[in-house]
């Protein structure tokens, strides 16, 4: 072969190869963009499932509030914040007893005693739960120690609550001993303080325009991508708190919810079955509970055989059930996000369709350069 016709042949072969460098390039830069709008897409679906799954968890309250309202218009037993008081102060001997006697007898008067003006109250008058039998639950999945126990706000108001002599034994004249030995109640045994300052906080974000300044928890998903069936909430997020608790009480400006019960409950989930819970396993990390009765830890524990009562248990929420009108409106809310969903879905095929198509065309011009640079090798030979 004449050396013209060799060069030509070269630079031929140079070009078509750099044409298809320049192909597969942009093919690379298109299949990335594809990828990355599926990524969008699948993080837009996830986003409307979390609202979904939220309003539905609402929606739920509003029905149980309902329902429960109409068993106490029929003489339905349920417990109260004053009978939450009750039961503590019928264990005789207990530092909680003191507190509940306190604020019973003496009001806003407790507030402003050297011993108890740094204290909140006791764990279990300090939230509520939205019915009878998930106020059970959550007793019994912190057990009676932990319902007793006093809350602080800061160290100084730990340090008040006992004294010791110069032999570091306690001085029971004062104190909270001191303070219960003048109304009649001995304290007796030990007794858990919780002090809000030294609690290791929530540090993340809120939910938007939530009034109960609920936390923005990741829901747990399945290795599909789906939200485990029956999943209720986090514990911390169903335990309703007064206002005045919500925030601003440490120095730090958290409230109970980030510090207290977040220190209780961490991310302890909610089903509506055992069986539910139990084929949620791989998602479940700081323990979880069902509403007929499961209970497991976050070491791997679980609680087995028939419920302890728990005498002192969170008083059930009075709050009014919402109107039928805002049900409907939750409802409504449901089903445009469902509609949403259908049309993400409907742009997720078509871009995955496109992705695949591009796909093959990337391939198959790699396929073309693979050849020819065979094809130049064989040749040079």
Same mark, same amino acid.
């Given at each position: 072969?004449?050396?013209?016709?060799?060069?030509?042949?070269?630079?031929?072969?140079?070009?078509?190869?750099?044409?298809?460098?320049d %192909?597969?390039?942009?093919?690379?830069?298109?299949?990335? &963009?594809?990828?990355?709008?599926?990524?969008?897409?699948?993080?837009?679906?996830?986003? !409307?499932?979390?609202?979904?799954?939220?309003?539905?968890?609402?929606? @739920?309250? &509003?029905? *149980?509030?309902?329902? /429960?309202?109409?068993?106490?218009?029929?003489?339905?037993?349920?417990?109260?914040?004053?009978?939450t008081?009750?039961?503590i102060?019928?264990?005789?001997?207990?530092?909680?007893?003191?507190?509940?006697?306190?604020?019973? &007898?003496?009001?806003?008067?407790?507030? +402003?005693?050297?011993?108890?003006?740094?204290?909140?109250?006791?764990?279990?008058?300090?939230?509520? /739960?939205? %019915?009878?039998?998930?106020?059970?639950?959550?007793?019994?999945?912190?057990?009676?120690?932990?319902m007793? *126990?006093?809350?602080?706000?800061?160290?100084?108001? !730990?340090?008040?609550?006992?004294?010791?002599?110069?032999?570091?034994?306690?001085?029971?004249?004062?104190?909270?001993?001191?303070?219960?030995?003048?109304?009649? $109640?001995?304290? %007796?045994?030990?007794? $858990?303080?919780?002090?809000?300052? &030294?609690?290791?906080?929530?540090?993340?974000?809120?939910?938007?325009?939530?009034?109960?300044?609920?936390?923005?928890?990741? +829901?747990?998903?399945?290795?599909?991508?789906?939200?485990?069936?029956?999943?209720?909430?986090? *514990?911390?997020?169903?335990?309703?708190?007064?206002?005045?608790y919500?925030s601003?009480?440490?120095?730090?400006?958290? #409230?109970?919810?980030?510090t207290?019960?977040?220190?209780l409950?961490?991310?302890?989930?909610v089903?509506?079955?055992?069986?539910q819970?139990?084929?949620?396993?791989?998602c479940?990390?700081? #323990?979880?509970?069902?509403?007929?009765?499961?209970?497991?830890?976050?070491?791997?524990?679980?609680?087995?055989?028939? $419920?302890?009562?728990?005498?002192?248990?969170?008083?059930?929420?009075?709050?009014?059930?919402?109107?039928p009108?805002?049900?409907?409106?939750?409802?409504?809310?449901? $089903?445009?996000?469902?509609?949403k969903?259908?049309?993400?879905?409907?742009d997720?095929?078509?871009?995955?369709a496109?992705?695949?198509?591009?796909?093959?065309?990337?391939? @198959?011009?790699?396929?073309?350069?693979?050849?020819?640079?065979?094809?130049v090798?064989?040749?040079?030979i």
């Amino acid at each position: 072969m004449c050396d013209g016709k060799l060069l030509s042949m070269k630079m031929l072969q140079s070009h078509t190869q750099q044409k298809l460098n320049d %192909d597969i390039q942009k093919l690379a830069l298109k299949v990335k &963009h594809h990828e990355d709008n599926m990524k969008f897409l699948k993080t837009q679906i996830n986003k !409307v499932d979390d609202s979904i799954l939220d309003m539905q968890v609402d929606l @739920g309250k &509003h029905h *149980a509030s309902r329902e /429960a309202e109409e068993k106490r218009n029929n003489v339905s037993i349920v417990n109260t914040e004053k009978q939450t008081t009750e039961q503590i102060l019928l264990l005789e001997n207990t530092a909680a007893g003191v507190i509940c006697q306190l604020k019973v &007898h003496h009001g806003s008067q407790a507030s +402003k005693l050297p011993v108890t003006k740094d204290v909140l109250g006791v764990v279990s008058t300090l939230g509520k /739960a939205n %019915d009878d039998n998930f106020s059970r639950l959550l007793s019994e999945f912190l057990g009676l120690e932990t319902m007793l *126990a006093i809350v602080c706000k800061t160290y100084e108001g !730990v340090k008040a609550l006992e004294r010791y002599d110069k032999e570091g034994m306690i001085d029971k004249s004062s104190g909270l001993h001191g303070l219960g030995l003048s109304i009649g $109640r001995l304290v %007796d045994g030990r007794f $858990r303080v919780i002090c809000l300052e &030294h609690l290791r906080p929530y540090i993340g974000e809120l939910l938007p325009e939530d009034p109960e300044k609920r936390l923005a928890l990741l +829901k747990p998903r399945l290795s599909n991508g789906n939200c485990p069936p029956g999943f209720c909430g986090f *514990a911390v997020n169903m335990i309703s708190i007064d206002s005045m608790y919500l925030s601003c009480l440490t120095s730090s400006g958290h #409230g109970l919810r980030e510090t207290l019960f977040y220190s209780l409950f961490s991310r302890v989930q909610v089903y509506e079955t055992r069986g539910q819970m139990l084929d949620a396993l791989p998602c479940i990390n700081d #323990g979880a509970i069902s509403l007929d009765g499961g209970i497991m830890r976050s070491n791997g524990l679980f609680l087995l055989g028939g $419920r302890n009562e728990v005498k002192v248990r969170f008083p059930v929420s009075s709050r009014h059930s919402s109107p039928p009108e805002k049900e409907s409106e939750i409802e409504e809310q449901i $089903r445009l996000l469902n509609w949403k969903k259908e049309r993400i879905v409907e742009d997720m095929h078509r871009e995955e369709a496109l992705l695949n198509q591009v796909k093959e065309s990337y391939i @198959g011009k790699k396929d073309e350069l693979l050849e020819l640079l065979k094809y130049v090798n064989t040749n040079s030979i």
